[in-house]
């Protein structure tokens, strides 16, 4: 493996089970939540991942994180084969890998006061320090995710905090131990613009100064440009397209890429093709398609698209796309 | 057009070891019938501490101190537990900030939903759990995965839940707490239509709260900004976008991140919120207003009307006017 890349995932698969019919009738239906998924982050590189609710980008993550076991493929990091590695061993790599999680509420100890939260890595991973400096390392950090003083936010617990307060705290919890990697998953969703320009560039600075790498979930197409060297777009469990985030974002070649753009940057494409885009009903990841996964809801299908599922092909300069029309689509759009 | 609610100069204060946080002081703002009003502000502003003193939903060491919050006439903060148990989920209901909140892991969210239908409602169990499957769909899920628990669901699809169990007895009002901020553009448009559909078939009131400033003004009828506790302007949407007179609602419009100029540095507005724990009697956005004057760290400014429907809280005009 080449020694620039950090993180590589291979043909990562998760299905679930999922139960359905009447009570008489169970039928049990498998849901393809990540489908042979590819992907290498360099060192130093963030990844952004974007994509519909349920499309699989937080599985991707807690399988990478290890704290989901895969249905197949292989996740290596650092040149280690995290899918064979014992617990202990696991263990160890925690230190360097960290998680933000989605939901704030969900992830912090309700009986545990901020600077227990915050000390609980340390004391597992930093033995050496003396308690002063920890308690200096704790507050640091919470200042450093914009809460001044720090003695005010401290000794309170989780319910004692709004909701961006509290996933500023994750945000700090994930940073303290200073990780190589960070999964971070819609880690400023709760956030306000001006709170979160700090909490972007306190993490931009962190890459400057030790080369964190990251995996940057994000539906906010604002955010992902503004931290994102690469942009991996997943549709239904699968990778459509992926590449520099400026192809991304101003020059898509996916047609479902196009869609997510176009709802902030191009209105009039969004309303000229809203009735498709905009889809009633879940999405329907129960059955591998025969066809490519997008034709219930693409505007540019073409007939080969019911039949035929595309292949991921490089458009050159790192940008690949998953699309039987995309030269007939740069064609029409340029 | 008629009040669904108003609250008058509420205010709640949270005890803590180093004295009392003034998280919400004395905001009045009101909501009509049909109406979507936003209520934006930065994170820890007391969004809302606003929408759980509305619901009474507040627990020591926080308490609603002042005010009072009529619904339909009705003053809320005055109502008995069991008034109150009528009121939730058929007259008023809430999609709190995380889905996970509103839900119970250890049960299947269908069974959730369908228990506050039979609660409320004087449905039989079978029609309840017709209506959960069709509240599921609307919000963009398999109806038939009503038997799943809350953890088998993405993270969207549990706010989406949380929203479909909002609406599960056809309230009047409802109190959206940053309940589409996890969610993609494509899905979050789909909610946001869904609301606004309803809100037409049915006439509901909205109270949305967010930080996402484009997404608010492009739905609200009225927007209401907070800063550190207090309100400091409330108007129309075109008003706001046109004519914000209060330099915190100035600041927060150019602080928008522009994606068609990435490589703009996003800038945040200077300085950080004050701490609300014994605040002193200021304007509290003195410490970054570019205009503050004297009087500004001494006296709080009113929040009053400067033109039909149009409140502000500053000192600045009437400074320039005389
Ligand atoms: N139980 C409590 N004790 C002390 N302070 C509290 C308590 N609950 C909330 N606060 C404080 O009150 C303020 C308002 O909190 P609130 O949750 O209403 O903010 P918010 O506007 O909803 O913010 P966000 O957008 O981050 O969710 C915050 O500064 C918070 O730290
Ligand atoms: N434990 C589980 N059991 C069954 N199904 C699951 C489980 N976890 C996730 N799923 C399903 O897998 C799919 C992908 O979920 P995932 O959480 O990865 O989505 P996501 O891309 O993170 O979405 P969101 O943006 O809404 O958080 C969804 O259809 C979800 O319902
Ligand atoms: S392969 Fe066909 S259906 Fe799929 S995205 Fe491309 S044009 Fe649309
Ligand atoms: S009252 Fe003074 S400090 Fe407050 S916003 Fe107005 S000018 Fe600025
Ligand atoms: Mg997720
Ligand atoms: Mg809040």
Redesign the pocket.
């Known amino acids: 493996m080449d020694n620039s890349v950090l993180l590589k995932v291979n043909l990562l698969k998760k299905t679930?089970v999922?139960k359905t019919g009447t009570l008489l009738k169970r039928k049990k239906t498998d849901?393809f939540?990540v489908n042979n998924v590819n992907f290498e982050i360099r060192k130093g590189e963030i990844l952004g991942i974007i994509?519909e609710?349920?499309?699989?980008?937080?599985?991707?993550a807690r399988m990478v994180m290890r704290l989901m076991k895969e249905t197949s493929g292989e996740v290596w990091f650092d040149g280690v084969d995290l899918c064979n590695l014992k617990e202990s061993e696991t263990n160890k790599i925690r230190k360097k890998m960290q998680m933000i999680f989605?939901d704030p509420y969900d992830t912090l100890n309700p009986g545990m006061r901020v600077v227990d939260i915050l000390m609980e890595p340390l004391n597992a991973h930093e033995k050496n320090l003396e308690y002063q400096e920890k308690v200096k390392l704790v507050k640091e950090a919470i200042e450093s995710i914009e809460l001044k003083p720090a003695e005010d936010y401290m000794y309170r617990y989780p319910h004692q905090l709004s909701g961006g307060q509290r996933q500023r705290i994750a945000i700090a919890r994930a940073v303290i131990l200073k990780p190589s990697f960070i999964a971070a998953d819609e880690p400023t969703s709760m956030l306000d613009v001006s709170v979160r320009a700090g909490i972007l560039n306190l993490l931009l600075e962190l890459r400057k100064k030790m080369g964190l790498t990251m995996m940057f979930i994000t539906?906010d197409l604002s955010t992902a440009s503004y931290m994102c060297d690469r942009i991996a777009v997943m549709y239904q469990g699968r990778i459509v397209e992926i590449g520099p985030t400026q192809k991304i974002i101003h020059a898509p070649s996916h047609p479902y890429t196009k869609a997510l753009v176009s709802v902030v940057k191009d209105l009039n494409y969004f309303i000229k093709n809203r009735e498709r885009l905009i889809f009633d009903g879940e999405v329907d990841?129960t059955r591998e398609a025969v066809g490519c996964p997008f034709v219930t809801r693409c505007p540019h299908q073409e007939s080969v698209c019911h039949s035929k599922s595309p292949k991921i092909e490089s458009l050159g300069n790192s940008h690949e796309v998953a699309c039987h029309c995309h030269e007939d689509l740069l064609e029409r759009t340029s | 057009m008629s009040t669904v609610l108003s609250v008058e100069n509420l205010s709640t204060f949270f005890k803590t070891d180093k004295g009392i946080a003034k998280a919400v002081e004395n905001v009045s703002f009101s909501v009509d019938e049909g109406e979507m009003l936003g209520l934006i502000g930065e994170s820890g502003c007391g969004k809302t501490t606003v929408a759980q003193s509305i619901l009474r939903l507040i627990e020591y060491p926080g308490k609603v101190v002042a005010g009072s919050v009529y619904l339909n006439g009705k003053n809320l903060l005055k109502a008995t537990d069991s008034d109150l148990t009528g009121l939730r989920w058929r007259e008023i209901s809430v999609i709190p900030q995380s889905a996970m909140n509103a839900l119970n892991p250890v049960y299947t969210v269908g069974d959730q939903i369908i228990e506050a239908i039979l609660l409320h409602d004087n449905v039989n169990k079978k029609e309840a759990v017709e209506r959960t499957k069709k509240l599921l769909e609307l919000v963009g899920i398999d109806g038939e995965r009503w038997k799943s628990y809350p953890?088998?669901?993405?993270?969207?699809?549990k706010q989406r839940v949380a929203i479909a169990m909002a609406l599960a007895c056809n309230p009047k009002l409802v109190i959206s707490d940053e309940s589409t901020t996890?969610l993609?553009v494509l899905t979050q448009a789909q909610v946001i239509s869904l609301i606004k559909n309803l809100q037409k078939k049915m006439n509901l009131s909205v109270i949305l709260i967010s930080h996402d400033l484009p997404m608010v003004t492009s739905i609200c009828d009225r927007i209401a900004i907070m800063y550190a506790g207090n309100l400091v302007e409330w108007a129309s949407t075109e008003e706001i976008l046109k004519n914000a007179e209060h330099p915190y609602s100035k600041a927060l419009l150019n602080a928008t991140p522009d994606l068609s100029n990435p490589e703009r540095e996003v800038t945040s507005i200077p300085g950080s919120v004050p701490n609300l724990v014994n605040i002193p009697t200021c304007c509290r956005f003195h410490t970054r207003c570019p205009y503050a004057f004297d009087r500004c760290r001494q006296e709080t400014p009113e929040f009053k009307e400067i033109k039909p429907g149009h409140y502000v809280a500053c000192f600045l005009e009437e400074e320039q006017n005389g």
């Open positions: 679930f999922k849901v939540a994509g609710s349920g499309c699989g980008k937080t599985t991707t989605q539906h990841a | 953890h088998e669901f993405s993270g969207g699809m996890g993609d």
